[in-house]
């Protein structure tokens, strides 16, 4: 069974930062697309940042400039920096793993993240 362990989130203030892992028990180096979405009490879960095979990367407009998406095949590994947090940044992150060949969609179980003002 594939899994996606995230792991970073906590409690920060308002314009900290903090770094979101996401492990997967595969071998990422094929998947098409990572992302990591965020769901806020009350609210939908949306897109946060994605980033495909090619290296080109996709941002919600209200992170741009703040947050960067990375991914590391050698570790099976795809990151969220996240500065000058905002408390509206507030929700549970979540990560995804895509694969185009056979329609897998994986998702992580979620990381709290809480912005102080």
């Known amino acids: 069974q594939v899994q996606l362990v995230a792991s970073g989130g906590g409690l920060v203030q308002a314009g900290g930062s903090l770094r979101l892992s996401c492990a997967a028990s595969?071998?990422?180096?094929?998947?098409?697309?990572m992302g990591w979405y965020r769901q806020a009490p009350g609210k939908e879960r949306e897109l946060v940042a994605s980033?495909?095979?090619?290296?080109?990367?996709n941002y919600a407009d209200s992170v741009k400039g703040r947050f960067t998406i990375s991914r590391d095949n050698a570790k099976n590994t795809v990151y969220l920096q996240m500065n000058s947090l905002k408390p509206e940044d507030t929700a549970v992150y979540y990560c995804?793993?895509?694969?185009?060949?056979?329609?897998?969609?994986?998702w992580g179980q979620g990381t709290q993240v809480t912005v102080s003002s």
């Open positions: 980033i495909i095979s090619g290296g080109v990367t």
């Open positions: 595969i071998s990422v180096t094929s998947a098409n697309d």
């Open positions: 995804r793993l895509y694969f185009i060949v056979g329609g897998r969609l994986y």
